[in-house]
């Protein structure tokens, strides 16, 4: 079992700035990429950002330049800061991660979510 769990969404006026954090728990051998998608109402979840585990960057065009993701590997945690926020950032803040569990000495490869945190940009 892998858990994922997400910090830091909240309401914030536009041009503001918030840090999400994901932290993984559970049985974790190791943890290839890491990531953030959200998904406002009504529309199709999409990539925020991702960092693979030798330091490899991929933001969304609509984010480059004002988000920023890193990732603690000794803690298993990914973070997105956020500045200089729009109203169209707002949307749930979904964590993802690929983990290495290990079950009986045989290596699994999850697609771990975490249950989402809200942020909120008013104009």
């Known amino acids: 079992q892998v858990q994922l769990v997400e910090s830091g969404g909240g309401l914030v006026q536009a041009g503001g700035s918030l840090r999400l954090s994901c932290a993984a728990s559970g049985s974790i051998f190791s943890i290839n990429a890491m990531g953030w998608y959200r998904q406002a109402p009504g529309k199709q979840r999409e990539l925020v950002a991702t960092l693979t585990s030798d330091g490899i960057t991929n933001y969304a065009d609509s984010v480059k330049g004002r988000f920023t993701i890193s990732r603690d590997n000794a803690k298993n945690t990914v973070y997105l800061q956020m500045n200089s926020l729009k109203p169209e950032d707002t949307s749930v803040y979904y964590c993802?991660?690929?983990?290495?569990?290990?079950?009986?000495?045989?290596?699994?490869?999850?697609?771990?979510w975490g249950q989402g945190t809200l942020v909120t940009v008013s104009s």
């Open positions: 993802n991660a690929e983990v290495i569990t290990v079950v009986t000495m045989t290596p699994y490869v999850l697609d771990a």
